[in-house]
C-alpha cells in the first residue's frame, strides 16, 4: 500500500494491511528505542576512561554526555514533522542510519573534541529515531489497547538498555572505552533489517520552520552551555552570562515565531490540551532525576569509593534491574487504575530515593547507596509508559509527531539540564560531597512539584482519534 503527501489518510485507516506487520514494526520500533537509549545510560560508567584517555575535566565530560542529549532535544521537535512529512518508516531509517555512522566515529575519536563533536552527530540521529519510533507503534496499532500494551513493550526496550547500559558500559570498558560506542553498529544493523519488513507510513503535509528550528537550537544551546560552563567560570562570568542572554532572546523570539507563523513547528494550540502540558512537565522532572542521578553516582563510585567502571556499572544493577523487571507490567497497572495513580507513586518514590540517598554520608557502604538508588528506578515504569500512552490517546491523529517531539524535548531537556547543573555543583568550590547532597535534593523538590501539580491534569482534555 503506498501514500502520497496528497493523502490524508490516517494510520488508523491503513490498519487492515499494517496488521500483519505489526510485530516487526513495533520490534524494529523497540530496537531504535533500544539502542538511542542504551548510548545515553552506557556512557556514564565509561566517563573516567574516557578523561583517562583523552583528558578533560568535569566539565569536558558534561559535554561528552550533554553534547549528545542537548541535539537530541533540540531536533526532536522539528523531528516530529519530519516524521510526517516524508513518513515514519523512512525518517526512523535515516535517523538510525545517521546515528550509527556517527557511533562508528565515536569509537575512533582520536581526541576529546572529536568525540564530541560526533556525539552531536550521534544525537541528530537520534532526535529523529525517538519520536518515530512513537509513531510507528501508533501506525501498527490503532487499537487504543492494543496500543496501550505495544507502549508497554515498547518502553521495555528503553528499560532494558537503561538496565543494562551502566553494567554492560562496565564490562566493555575492561576492553576499552571505544566499545561503548561500536557495540551501536550491530543493534542498527539488526534494526534496519527489520524495518525493511515493515510497510510504508502515511505522508502528511508538515512544512519546515527554520525560525522556529533555529531559535529553538539557540535557546536550548545557550542554557545548557551557560550550566555547564558555570561550573568553571562562575555564574557571573561574561560567557556563562552572553549564553544564558542569548538562550532568553532565543526563547522568546521562538514563541514569539511559533504564534505568527502560518504553519509553525510546534503549534501553540497544541498546549491547550492539559495532558500535553502535563506530560511534558512529567517527562522533564522524571529524566532530571532518571538522567542526574547515574551521572553523579558514576563520578562517585569512582572517584569516592575506588570502584572500577565495572564495579560501578554493577552498584547501579539493582536500580536498573527492578526497573525492567516491572516495565511489562506497566501497562496492566495503568488499565487498572489510571495513568495518574501509577504516575504519582512513581514521582513519590523517585523523590523519597533522593532524599534518603542525600541523608546518608558518603562514607555508607556502598551496597547501601545502590539500595537506596532502587526507588529511583521503580519511578521508570511506573512513570513513563501511562505518560505515553496517555500522551498517545489525547492528541489527534494527525498532530501524533509533533506531540510526541515535544513529549521527547521536554525529557531531554530535563536530562541535558540535570547534567549541567548538577555538574556545576560537584565541580563548585563547596567540593563533591556537597554538590552530590544538593544535587539530590534539586532532583526531589522537581519530582515533588511535578507530582503535585501535573498529575492532576494528566488524562484531561480532549481524547485524540481512535
Known sequence: MSFTASSHRSPEAAAPGTDRHAPATLAAAVLGFFVITLDATIVNVALPSI???????????????????????????????????????????????LFVVASAVCGLAPSLGVLIGARLVQGVGAAVTMPTSMALVRQAFPDPARRARAVG?????GAVAAAA??????VLSLASWRMIFWINLPVGVLTLALLARTPRSPIRPAPFDPIGQITAVLAMGGLTFGAIEAGAAGFTAPRVLAALGVAVVALAAFVTAQAKVARPMVPLTLFRSPTVVA????????????????????L?????????ALGAGVAFLPMMLLSAVLTPFAARIADRTGPRVPVLVGLVLMAAGSIALAAVPASVPVWVTALLLVPVGLAGPLVMPPTTASLLDHVPAEQTGTAGGVFHTSRQIGGALAVAVFGALLSAPAGFAHG????????????LLAAAAAVPRLGAGRRGAA
Open 51 to 97: 578523561r583517562a584517555a583523552l583528558g578533560g575535566g568535569i566539565t569536558g565530560l558534561e559535554w561528552v554526555v550533554d553534547a549528545y542529549t542537548l541535539m537530541f532535544a533540540a531536533l526532536l521537535l522539528s523531528a516530529g514533522a519530519v516524521s510526517d512529512r516524508v513518513g515514519a518508516r523512512k525518517a526512523f531509517a535515516g535517523g538510525l542510519s
Open 153 to 157: 513493550v515498547w518502553a521495555m526496550g
Open 165 to 170: 547500559g551502566p553494567v554492560l558500559g562496565g
Open 279 to 298: 506530560a511534558t512537565g512529567i517527562g522533564f522532572a522524571f529524566m532530571v532525576g532518571f538522567y542526574g542521578l547515574p551521572f553523579v553516582f558514576s
Open 300 to 308: 562517585s563510585f569512582q572517584q569516592q569509593h575506588g570502584l572500577s
Open 436 to 447: 552530590l547532597r544538593v544535587s539530590l535534593l534539586l532532583a526531589a523538590a522537581v519530582a
